[in-house]
């Protein structure tokens, strides 16, 4: 309700500017914004998913997944609620979790017909397995056998990527950088990338994902958030090629059909409240930017990104269902709910 | 099934255009840039200091300034709210204090050093992107002295601090700054402790000085030495950075 309040509040001074211009004339009839570029346009639902916060309160939404049953799963730091569960059209159907104070990473994997999440925890220093319904599987605590970490504090996981084959990945992107890769059973199979500017290397690998595009050929997307720069590495953790998006601090890289979609939280230089959400196409070239300005490329180069429109404050997430609508889940935004965007 | 109601083209609000420059400081003339990439908007600015409205003028090529200017501009769409102003302070200088001697107490931060105290009068102004380049000083301590030494007497009615605020990295503008000489005080600015996060910003923080010839300046910067409690880091030291000192 905060946010109708504000908007309101927002028509009424600015009407009462606008009511001496010229322009008043000018003023199209009522209708619904639309915002993105090209193919990847959509109207916003602002209220989506909004609940009573006494009875369900979220701090910041970190992340979003759907799962098999076609639900739509939230992942808060709030331990009244860590994960809140609605269908499509943003109607509660359940919620459970007390335990995960850190909670930021949510990644679902189907093994063998199952739904399994993994949820990151930056307080807990370690990444959960549970089954879609909260019970715990399996822990993958700090990597001590990595010979990088001294101490569990100093790890702080913000993401998974499982592969078919059950390995799992964890980017410890609030922590010392590190990309841990695991098979099924939890054994530490190596690491690689770590701080730094070079190409192999990161600032805040926030985020990571399998990229099964090609399918004869999976490789590794991750984010390097402060260096506006998604990253492909092969799964043995050897450095392929950079994507370069400047202005654009991008959280983590969700594969959708032939594209990528990132949720990005701040944009130009990194300012409070300027987050929009990125879409690449199939060569990951950046063809849509909701809220953000039109993506323009010369010479080969993406001139920086900024937001063009108050739609978002910091996107963390983008969940995207079978329809191409998005769910976007945010960061710091005043305990508000995630916002629906339908695609046009 | 219940009906969306999603949101309405009237309830869009732009965000400000980018003003850019080469160098917020200048001795003959300067050049500034207005970006704003959305379909159907079109920029509107002023640049007497007067708030900007759908009938200023429209921004069409870059503009040259030569004298020191607040440059105002906002968006303007037929269907969406306009924008809230962006403004930008560019300075023209005498470089008076070119051939002075700065020491600044204590030490800046060692990740932000600058070029050390002579940051402060090598006349460039750092951008908001402040780990990059070597213009800003950051310091995280209650207190910062600046003792600037003039190599011959100066008159002075003012000193203008340049500064940044970038709440989201800890970084805010000090509580207060006071301006000695042999000892007295002769001037002071006190500033207002933000509310809310806001965004990133250069600021330049004017202190008037009781007019006077002076050999020497001590300015004394107070930081915001508990950070407000509606931010992550409350409580805690804030960070305060500077890039230049001016006189006048």
Redesign the interface.
């Given at each position: 309700m905060q946010r109708r309040g504000f908007?309101k509040k927002?028509?009424i001074a600015?009407a009462g500017?606008?009511a001496s211009?010229?322009?008043m004339g000018?003023?199209?009839p009522?209708?619904?914004?639309i915002i993105g570029h090209g193919d990847f346009r959509y109207?916003?639902?602002?209220?989506w998913g909004t609940l009573n916060a006494e009875n369900y309160p979220v701090n910041d939404c970190h992340e979003m997944v759907q799962d098999s049953q076609g639900r739509i799963l939230l992942l808060t730091n709030h331990t009244k609620n860590n994960v809140i569960v609605y269908d499509k059209?943003g109607k509660l159907i359940e919620v459970w979790g007390t335990d995960y104070p850190g909670a930021h990473g949510l990644t679902l994997k189907v093994e063998n017909g199952e739904d399994f999440l993994y949820i990151s925890d930056n307080y807990r220093h370690e990444v959960i397995k549970t089954t879609i319904d909260g019970k715990v599987v399996q822990v993958f605590p700090y990597p001590k056998a990595s010979g990088k970490y001294d101490t569990k504090e100093i790890y702080i996981p913000t993401e998974t990527a499982i592969h078919d084959n059950g390995d799992v990945y964890v980017a410890d992107g609030y922590g010392e950088q590190y990309i841990m890769h695991y098979n099924a059973k939890g054994e530490l199979l190596n690491t690689f990338g770590g701080r730094g500017d070079a190409d192999h290397l990161f600032n805040n690998a926030h985020g990571i994902c399998i990229d099964t595009r090609d399918k004869s050929n999976p490789t590794l997307l991750i984010t390097a958030r402060q260096q506006n720069k998604l990253k492909r590495f092969s799964l043995s953790g050897d450095f392929m090629e950079s994507f370069d998006l400047p202005g654009a601090y991008i959280c983590r890289p969700v594969i959708h059909k032939e594209n990528v979609y990132l949720a990005t939280i701040?944009s130009?230089?990194?300012?409070?409240?300027?987050g929009f959400i990125s879409i690449l196409d199939k060569d990951n070239t950046l063809v849509s930017a909701p809220g953000g300005?039109?993506p323009?490329y010369a010479n080969g180069q993406l001139n920086k990104m900024?937001?063009?429109?108050?739609?978002f404050t910091h996107p963390h997430d983008v969940c995207v269902d079978e329809d191409d609508n998005l769910y976007v889940a945010q960061w710091n935004s005043g305990k508000t709910y995630p916002i629906k965007l339908?695609r046009v | 099934m219940e009906k969306i109601s999603y949101l309405s083209s009237e309830e869009m609000t732009m965000a400000a255009p980018l003003l850019e420059c080469e160098n917020l400081f200048f001795t003959d003339s300067v050049e500034v840039a207005m970006r704003f990439s959305l379909s159907d908007s079109s920029i509107n600015y002023t640049l007497d200091g007067s708030e900007v409205s759908s009938t200023s003028k429209t921004y069409e090529k870059p503009i040259r300034l030569h004298k020191t200017t607040v440059v105002k501009a906002k968006n303007f769409h037929p269907e969406f709210q306009s924008s809230s102003a962006a403004n930008l302070k560019v300075v023209k200088t005498n470089r008076k204090l070119l051939g002075s001697k700065i020491i600044v107490n204590p030490e800046p931060n060692e990740r932000y050093q600058g070029c050390g105290a002579s940051s402060l009068n090598d006349f460039t102004k750092g951008t908001t992107a402040f780990a990059n380049g070597n213009a800003w000083l950051g310091f995280q301590t209650d207190s910062i002295q600046i003792a600037v030494d003039f190599s011959e007497g100066k008159n002075i009615s003012k000193v203008t601090v340049s500064s940044f605020a970038n709440h989201g990295a800890w970084i805010f503008l000090p509580k207060e700054i006071k301006v000695f000489s042999a000892g007295q005080e002769v001037g002071a600015v006190g500033l207002q402790e933000p509310l809310e996060a806001a965004t990133a910003k250069l600021e330049f923080i004017d202190i008037p000085i009781t007019e006077n010839r002076y050999n020497n300046l001590n300015i004394v910067v107070y930081a915001v030495n508990e950070i407000p409690k509606w931010h992550q880091g409350k409580g805690t030291v804030a960070w305060f950075f500077t890039d230049e000192i001016l006189v006048e």
């Open positions: 908007i927002t028509v600015s500017l606008l211009a010229p322009a000018m003023l199209a009522y209708k619904d914004a109207k916003i639902d602002m209220f059209s701040w130009n230089d990194g300012s409070e409240g300027t300005c039109t323009e900024y937001q063009t429109l108050k739609v339908l | -």
